[in-house]
């Protein structure tokens, strides 16, 4: 029995401790936005937050994400700037099938709230472990940049 | 934003509410138009089949699987709140089919966007015609019957309203949710008709008045913001992978690495050790031709995915590889080069090449090859199942719902009548999601399991190593010019496993289909034209692959040109409208293409006047031709696919260590009118991004049978930092009342050649194989 901190509630999950968090998430406790791409962190479609860093929840074990916070898609719209970003995401219509966008929303935000005014090159930094195979880099840039050009948006 | 839309109503938590299942949430706030007639009347009307002599040729919807249908009762229900539920009868994987389809009936309708919801139908084509999302067709074949559905729902409501107020319907006009009476003002909303207006028939056809495209509200506007977007952004969308059910058992299936093979035998002593596995269970190989079933193998079922995938390195599988295990990729090419260097069957033959190519003042020959590639949806293939009182209800990303639910009734060995299969959003289907097989494994293993629900999960490996893969091709070009350059002799020589294969292992040629995606259809003004097709045997399952064999066909002929062009000493651009000729309407039939995306070839001609256009729009847009500096290029390519023109311009810079940057994309489309305009963008943007991605990185390999990537590190997809900086589309206007094209695939053929022209422009290197991966190191 490992104890997880999701989305500000504290829960126990009754499966092996090597268990990775992706799957925990989604099989144990329904939270089923985090999306299981390519199991060994190469793709960023499961990316979470621990204590707010951007993380791979497919390779990172229960055991080693217990006593931490851990913020989900489902949660992140709490999040000043993970709301901006949610919203930012609809205006531009960045998504086309969606199934990468949950991790590349988890991904924008934390880069957004590390550094509130990204260069070209911190996007690229920040967002190429994100694969998207319906090829919506572009919006996402686009996206990025308009949180980034919103007053209040990110500070 | 107001987000009216709920997620599916074919998502889980529906599940209980049998039939009808579209209207069961609706039906609790009262209502509806076609409440009790849904089941009964929507089968009686609106189809066309019976219309048609039998043996007449059919084209486009009419010649689809179950057609089409504009039934109002099949697609439109309105509650007493005035609340429009929209039915959606096609999948979606990220071409905002959920937004365009329910967007078109809504504007025909009248009604107020923020005020509709929209519900995904599952599979049944006698209900809602043809489902197969595939092939560009769902705006194409839909957008008028749709528009029929939208105002046959209006006409009833309008004449509700005057049989209330007593007045000639001719008074009466629908307004935003609302019917006018125009003298007096009056006003009724949607919701206070929807009793009455469900008591009235459904007003024939050719009574119909359709809106004046001058007054859509919506249809042409791309104003409207995506139906599932919120649902997205914040993790509620429900896609295959997503399926929950009570008591839900969670499965991996280890298949035979190499097409054809089988399990000689297995161990499961060690899997069935780790903790949280139930059962291992072995799923019977089906022998090829593989069509729509599953591969076989040993599948392990467990009480979440870790634990099967746990499991699944457990097991000890010995395999029976059988005939296809010496499949070799480096083998292969060699074998494919050989047949494309001797003649093979003539599938287009004009004038005489022969004796041209003897005549020509100078001739140029050049070979392409272009490997295997892999679809690698974001989401693997997915699927849920569970059996019931001899009732099996599926969940699944699949574009072809129907299919899933006619090969999960054989396979069972029940009645179709028997199968529900529901829709859930696709996370991208590019075509391996045409093929059932996955939902097949869901229903096997909740048979095995006594019926209980099963899940099954393809992890990234298992979507590389057990695909339907593009085909494989070495494509032969030889052309003659005169003296002045001009080409007067064109041979092309192409060969590839076909699709066919998958279904009958004796096919060895290119299908019509296949030869018809710009192999013989190639409507250049040269006097002398023969296409071969020598034969080519497939060792693994191919199938669609979103622009099929547009990839492979377009990327020789369009490279080709560039190099004719280079050898007659020609801007690309120049010789490449010279080639295309002046604007006429080509009867495809004359190209040798019987096929023509399967529409009528006197409604869709190839038009090379449109072709011109995208080729001026696009060259325009770029600045083709303006003075770039060292390591830079452009470079042009036109395809006409799926009915539609695309011309890209690609800019890129090659350093002085041979990295390639693309800072700019210039595409111009003309695919007709366009419903929504901003989708189509998206889609044309999201099709150059995967186009320079299969280009510069993507390769399926084959060694001892098995493909040679197991993930994502092996299998690059195109990342962002290598994406191109900017991509421009531009549309060309269009008619609605004139047919539609296709929007979804079209613009992937012309970006790989659009690029390698342009590498030649920059570095004076030609590259003839792809991918492109570190040729320019070289
Ligand atoms: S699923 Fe974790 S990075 Fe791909
Ligand atoms: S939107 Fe489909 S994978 Fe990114």
Redesign the pocket.
């Known amino acids: 029995m490992v104890t997880l901190n999701v989305n500000g509630k504290t829960q126990q999950v009754d499966v092996a401790p090597d268990t990775p968090l992706?799957w925990a998430l989604r099989d144990v406790l329904g939270l089923t936005g985090t999306k299981?791409?390519?199991?060994i962190?190469?793709?960023?479609?499961?990316t979470v937050h621990l204590d707010g860093q951007p993380t791979?929840?497919?390779?990172t074990p229960i055991s080693a994400a217990a006593q931490r916070k851990i913020t989900t898609v489902e949660g992140i719209g709490a999040d000043r700037v993970g709301k901006a970003v949610q919203t930012a995401w609809v205006e531009v219509g960045v998504p086309q099938c969606g199934y990468c966008q949950a991790g590349q929303v988890m991904s924008a935000t934390a880069l957004l709230k590390q550094n509130p005014k990204p260069t070209d090159a911190d996007i690229d930094a920040a967002m190429s472990g994100n694969i998207c195979r319906c090829g919506t880099y572009s919006r996402i840039r686009a996206a990025i940049q308009r949180v980034a050009g919103q007053k209040g948006a990110t500070q | 934003m107001s987000a009216p839309h709920d997620s599916m109503t074919s998502a889980p938590s529906d599940a209980s509410s049998d039939s009808p299942l579209l209207l069961a949430n609706v039906s609790r706030r009262g209502f509806l138009i076609g409440a009790s007639a849904f089941g009964g009347l929507v089968l009686a009307v609106g189809f066309p089949a019976a219309l048609r002599a039998a043996d007449a040729p059919k084209y486009g919807r009419d010649g689809m699987p179950d057609g089409w249908t504009d039934n109002p009762l099949a697609f439109v229900a309105i509650g007493e709140d005035g609340t429009v539920t929209i039915v959606c009868h096609r999948s979606e994987m990220g071409q905002g089919v959920r937004t365009g389809m329910p967007m078109i009936v809504a504007d025909e309708l009248e009604a107020d966007w923020k005020r509709v919801r929209i519900a995904q139908a599952p599979g049944d084509q006698k209900r809602f015609g043809n489902q197969d999302t595939d092939g560009s067709r769902s705006t194409r074949h839909f957008f008028e019957p749709m528009r029929r559905c939208g105002a046959a729902a209006r006409t009833m409501l309008e004449t509700a309203a005057a049989t209330r107020w007593n007045v000639p319907v001719g008074e009466v006009e629908a307004r935003n949710h609302e019917v006018v009476h125009r003298q007096s003002g009056r006003r009724l909303g949607y919701g206070a008709l929807a009793k009455d207006a469900a008591k009235l028939p459904v007003p024939p056809r050719d009574t119909l008045r359709l809106k004046d495209p001058s007054r859509f509200r919506y249809i042409g506007k791309g104003e409207l913001k995506l139906a599932d977007g919120p649902n997205i952004v914040s993790g509620k969308a429900q896609y295959g992978i997503d399926t929950r059910l009570p008591g839900m058992l969670y499965a991996v299936v280890a298949r035979p690495p190499v097409y054809g093979g089988k399990v000689a035998k297995y161990d499961a002593a060690e899997a069935l050790k780790v903790p949280g596995v139930v059962r291992v269970v072995e799923i019977e190989q089906s022998p090829p031709p593989a069509e729509f079933n599953p591969l076989g193998g040993v599948a392990v079922v467990a009480r979440n995915t870790w634990a099967a995938i746990k499991g699944r390195q457990a097991l000890k599988i010995e395999w029976n590889d059988g005939p296809n295990a010496g499949y070799d990729s480096t083998a292969f090419k060699a074998t494919l080069e050989e047949a494309a260097r001797k003649p093979g069957k003539v599938v287009r033959n004009d004038g005489d090449v022969d004796g041209a190519m003897a005549s020509a003042a100078r001739r140029v020959e050049a070979e392409y090859y272009i490997p295997h590639l892999a679809h690698a949806t974001m989401e693997p293939p997915a699927a849920t199942a569970r059996i019931v009182q001899g009732k099996c209800e599926a969940w699944g990303c699949i574009q072809s719902p129907q299919a899933a639910r006619d090969r999960i009734a054989k396979r069972l060995g029940m009645s179709a009548d028997n199968v529900k299969v529901n829709v859930t959003l696709l996370g991208g289907g590019f075509g391996r999601k045409s093929k059932p097989d996955f939902m097949i494994e869901a229903a096997v293993l909740s048979k095995a399991m006594s019926g209980a629900p099963v899940k099954v999960t393809w992890t990234r490996e298992d979507d590389l190593h057990n695909s339907y893969y593009h085909t494989v091709s070495v494509e032969h070009l030889e052309a003659g010019l005169d003296a002045g350059g001009k080409p007067v002799a064109w041979l092309h020589r192409t060969v590839a496993p076909t699709i066919m294969s998958t279904f009958n292992p004796e096919a060895r040629n290119e299908a019509p289909f296949e030869l018809g995606m710009n192999a013989v259809n190639v409507p250049f003004a040269i006097p002398n034209v023969r296409v071969e097709n020598p034969e080519a045997t497939a060792h693994t399952r191919i199938g669609w692959f979103r622009s099929v064999s547009n990839i492979p066909h377009a990327f020789a002929v369009q490279s080709f040109v560039a190099e004719l062009a280079a050898a007659a000493g020609r801007d690309p651009k120049d010789f490449l409208l010279e080639l295309i000729g002046p604007a006429r309407r080509i009867d495809p039939r004359t190209l040798g293409d019987t096929w023509n995306h399967g529409e009528d070839p006197e409604q869709y001609p190839l038009d090379t006047g449109r072709m011109r256009r995208v080729v001026e729009t696009a060259a325009r847009e770029a600045g083709w031709g303006k003075t770039l500096p060292k390591g830079r290029g452009q470079g042009i390519a036109v395809v006409y696919s799926f009915v539609t023109y695309v011309a890209a311009v690609v800019e890129v810079l090659v350093n002085d260590k041979g990295e390639l940057a693309i800072p700019r994309v210039d595409v111009a489309v003309d695919c007709g009118a366009q419903i929504n305009p901003d989708r189509v963008r998206s889609q044309l943007a999201g099709a150059c991004t995967m186009g320079v991605s299969l280009a510069t990185k993507e390769e399926i390999s084959f060694k001892a049978g098995r493909v040679e990537q197991d993930n994502y590190n092996a299998y690059e997809i195109m990342r962002t930092d290598a994406s191109p900086r900017e991509i421009r589309v531009h549309l060309i206007p269009g008619d609605f009342n004139a047919p539609l094209g296709g929007v979804g695939e079209p613009g992937v053929p012309p970006i790989a050649p659009a690029l390698c022209n342009a590498i030649f422009a920059a570095t004076g290197k030609r590259i003839r194989r792809l991918p492109i991966r570190d040729q320019l190191k070289a």
């Open positions: 992706l299981f791409g390519c199991g962190a190469l793709c960023g479609a499961c791979r929840s497919c390779v």
